[in-house]
């Protein structure tokens, strides 16, 4: 058996306490193997079973865990879902398979030490945060600190894409801030400390969602067919890279603008395919009907309420939950719309989480995000029909597992190309600043969606469907469309406003346009005279 390790981990000379993340004996195997080359007659925790008095002052501890590497194809091939139904998934691979997967393939596994400190340095971290008392033990904080240091060591090797928040809910509630709140929030209700706590901690458990990347490659592999096959992507990737420097220092809040429910499944394939991580993405409670509901929760879904005006308990949960993921620069997504625009335009926008996240900024004083308008249009939309009856009156058809499979056979077709431009990032706190003591979310929102528009394309089938709308009553021949198309492009190449890359300024360009709504059944084609 042949161990690697990323790192030294080298600790001073005295006694190091190696604290390891394993799950399985044959994780345990490894870390003890590599601890005994690295630390030889140290001492060996498992993460669970570290206690206050293993940890003193001149004591170096130094966490450690086993990563999993997936097996090299070519182009960054991702997993196929036979091996993640088979509970194979590489990254944490089923745990009778991980004593054979180190014998056919030994680099497999990786020994992965995070970033040591002392334990004068953690005592002293947990007594900052907590004070010299708390209802959570040393052993418990340094446990969860452990955690996070080495979910940071291991993105180094499985890169960004693959942010994992664990422990979430156990250190909101732990928080002294949470604490205190609920303390106040309890005096304010007339409700029992007790009572406010267990339902402040169901409301977390409701909210918080995981990142398993297990769950997220399933995720993507079952959704995949809403949109592989209707869209080609395209995407600017200058912006992408700016937005990967800021997200080193800030968590990023991307605001896109919302036509398809497949919006979140694009917009995640094109952060992942340039080494993003993957945003906490906040949906409506709807969307939660198995088994895509739990599976999304694991895939970063945050299904939240529809509505909880009245609940007082759910909005502070709401708050800290999101102060929580700025302050991890952990980030976000969400549709200011609240639902699908109907027309193209951008819809009258929903104040409320962009409200909970701001008040979220008095809770973390040095949380600094980023909001990211971003732009998404399709060429055509299967979902077009039935908005439209929706809009003339028509019920809209309850989600669930038969209204999935019916949006599955409907994308079967392709339907040209989607667009996804990212506006100019902006500070939030800058933003408020900017905005002045009055009306500050209706002038942020404004900036956002001003910048949504600024970098919105316009399409081909967007241009001629105008303006053979434009004409009541009577068809109009290539030509005709041709001589009202051809001004409506010099007034975007005036305003420096990205256009068509077919060349609607001749028949050919056209009428490949209109060959494709007529595929679509959105214009009738008449060629016998």
């Given at each position: 058996?042949?161990?690697?390790?990323?790192?030294?981990?080298?600790?001073?000379?005295?006694?190091?306490?190696?604290?390891?993340?394993?799950r399985?004996?044959?994780?345990?195997?490894?870390?003890?193997?590599?601890?005994?080359?690295?630390?030889?007659?140290?001492?060996?925790?498992?993460?669970?079973?570290?206690?206050?008095?293993?940890?003193?002052?001149?004591?170096?501890?130094?966490?450690?865990?086993?990563?999993w590497?997936?097996?090299?194809?070519?182009?960054?091939?991702?997993?196929?879902?036979?091996?993640?139904?088979?509970?194979?998934?590489?990254?944490?691979?089923?745990?009778?398979?991980?004593?054979?997967?180190?014998?056919?393939?030994?680099?497999?596994?990786?020994?992965?030490?995070?970033?040591?400190?002392?334990?004068?340095?953690?005592?002293?971290?947990y007594?900052?945060?907590?004070?010299?008392?708390?209802?959570?033990?040393?052993?418990?904080?340094?446990?969860?600190?452990?955690?996070?240091?080495?979910?940071?060591?291991?993105?180094?090797?499985?890169?960004?894409?693959?942010?994992?928040?664990?422990?979430?809910?156990?250190?909101?509630?732990?928080?002294?801030?949470?604490?205190?709140?609920?303390?106040?929030?309890?005096?304010?209700?007339?409700?029992?400390?007790?009572?406010?706590?267990?339902?402040?901690?169901?409301?977390?458990?409701?909210?918080?969602?995981?990142?398993?990347p297990?769950?997220?490659?399933?995720?993507?592999?079952?959704?995949?067919?809403?949109?592989?096959?209707?869209?080609?992507?395209?995407?600017?990737?200058?912006?992408?890279?700016?937005?990967?420097?800021?997200?080193?220092?800030?968590?990023?809040?991307?605001?896109?603008?919302?036509?398809?429910?497949?919006?979140?499944?694009?917009?995640?394939?094109?952060?992942?395919?340039?080494?993003?991580?993957?945003?906490?993405?906040?949906?409506?409670?709807?969307?939660?009907?198995?088994?895509?509901?739990?599976?999304?929760?694991?895939?970063?879904?945050?299904?939240?309420?529809?509505?909880?005006?009245?609940?007082?308990?759910?909005?502070?949960?709401?708050?800290?939950?999101?102060?929580?993921?700025?302050?991890?620069?952990?980030?976000?997504?969400?549709?200011?719309?609240?639902?699908?625009?109907?027309?193209g335009?951008?819809?009258q926008?929903?104040?409320?989480?962009?409200?909970?996240?701001v008040?979220?900024?008095?809770?973390?004083?040095?949380?600094?995000?980023?909001?990211?308008?971003?732009?998404?249009?399709?060429?055509?939309?299967?979902?077009?029909?039935?908005?439209?009856?929706?809009?003339?009156?028509?019920?809209?058809?309850?989600?669930?597992?038969?209204?999935?499979?019916?949006?599955?056979?409907?994308?079967?077709?392709?339907?040209?190309?989607?667009?996804?431009?990212?506006?100019?990032?902006?500070?939030?706190?800058?933003?408020?600043?900017e905005?002045?003591?009055t009306?500050?979310?209706?002038?942020?929102?404004?900036?956002?969606?001003?910048r949504?528009?600024?970098?919105?394309?316009?399409?081909?089938?967007?241009?001629?469907?105008?303006?053979?709308l434009?004409?009541?009553?009577?068809?109009?021949?290539?030509?005709?469309?041709?001589?009202?198309?051809?001004?409506?492009?010099?007034?975007?190449?005036?305003?420096?406003?990205?256009?068509?890359?077919?060349?609607?300024?001749?028949?050919a360009?056209?009428?490949?346009?209109?060959?494709?709504?007529?595929?679509?059944?959105?214009?009738?084609?008449?060629?016998?005279?």
């Amino acid at each position: 058996m042949r161990v690697r390790a990323i790192g030294s981990g080298v600790m001073p000379a005295s006694r190091t306490l190696i604290v390891a993340d394993v799950r399985t004996h044959t994780e345990r195997r490894l870390v003890d193997a590599w601890a005994a080359e690295a630390h030889p007659g140290h001492l060996v925790v498992a993460v669970d079973e570290l206690t206050d008095d293993l940890i003193t002052p001149d004591t170096p501890v130094q966490p450690v865990r086993v990563t999993w590497l997936p097996k090299e194809r070519a182009g960054g091939q991702r997993l196929n879902v036979g091996e993640l139904l088979l509970l194979s998934e590489p990254r944490r691979p089923w745990q009778p398979l991980q004593k054979v997967l180190t014998r056919v393939r030994p680099d497999a596994a990786q020994v992965t030490p995070a970033e040591p400190a002392t334990g004068a340095e953690l005592i002293e971290r947990y007594r900052e945060r907590y004070g010299r008392e708390d209802d959570e033990g040393l052993g418990q904080f340094v446990r969860r600190q452990a955690v996070m240091s080495l979910d940071r060591a291991q993105r180094s090797t499985l890169g960004s894409r693959y942010k994992v928040p664990r422990l979430i809910a156990e250190q909101i509630l732990h928080k002294p801030s949470f604490r205190e709140g609920l303390r106040s929030l309890s005096s304010s209700l007339g409700v029992a400390e007790d009572g406010v706590l267990a339902d402040a901690r169901a409301a977390l458990e409701e909210l918080v969602a995981v990142q398993s990347p297990a769950a997220i490659e399933l995720w993507r592999s079952l959704l995949k067919p809403m949109h592989a096959h209707a869209w080609d992507v395209d995407a600017d990737a200058s912006s992408i890279s700016q937005l990967r420097e800021l997200n080193r220092a800030s968590s990023l809040v991307f605001l896109p603008s919302h036509k398809s429910y497949v919006d979140p499944l694009i917009l995640a394939d094109v952060l992942l395919e340039h080494d993003l991580p993957r945003n906490h993405t906040l949906g409506g409670a709807n969307l939660s009907f198995w088994p895509f509901g739990p599976l999304g929760k694991r895939a970063g879904i945050v299904f939240i309420r529809r509505s909880f005006g009245g609940d007082d308990i759910y909005k502070f949960v709401v708050r800290h939950y999101l102060a929580h993921l700025m302050a991890k620069r952990f980030n976000l997504e969400w549709f200011m719309e609240g639902g699908r625009s109907r027309t193209g335009k951008l819809r009258q926008p929903k104040y409320g989480i962009l409200r909970y996240l701001v008040d979220a900024l008095d809770i973390e004083p040095t949380a600094n995000p980023v909001l990211v308008p971003v732009s998404i249009v399709y060429e055509q939309l299967h979902e077009v029909s039935s908005m439209a009856a929706e809009e003339q009156g028509g019920a809209k058809q309850a989600e669930g597992l038969a209204w999935m499979a019916r949006y599955l056979r409907s994308q079967r077709e392709h339907l040209g190309q989607v667009s996804v431009r990212f506006g100019d990032p902006l500070p939030l706190r800058q933003a408020l600043a900017e905005a002045g003591d009055t009306a500050q979310l209706e002038k942020v929102v404004f900036a956002v969606a001003s910048r949504i528009n600024a970098v919105s394309p316009a399409t081909a089938t967007s241009l001629v469907t105008l303006v053979l709308l434009g004409e009541r009553d009577r068809s109009l021949t290539v030509e005709e469309i041709g001589a009202r198309v051809r001004p409506l492009l010099d007034y975007l190449d005036a305003k420096g406003v990205e256009r068509p890359r077919d060349d609607l300024r001749h028949a050919a360009g056209l009428q490949t346009t209109l060959q494709r709504l007529a595929d679509a059944g959105v214009v009738e084609v008449y060629d016998e005279g």
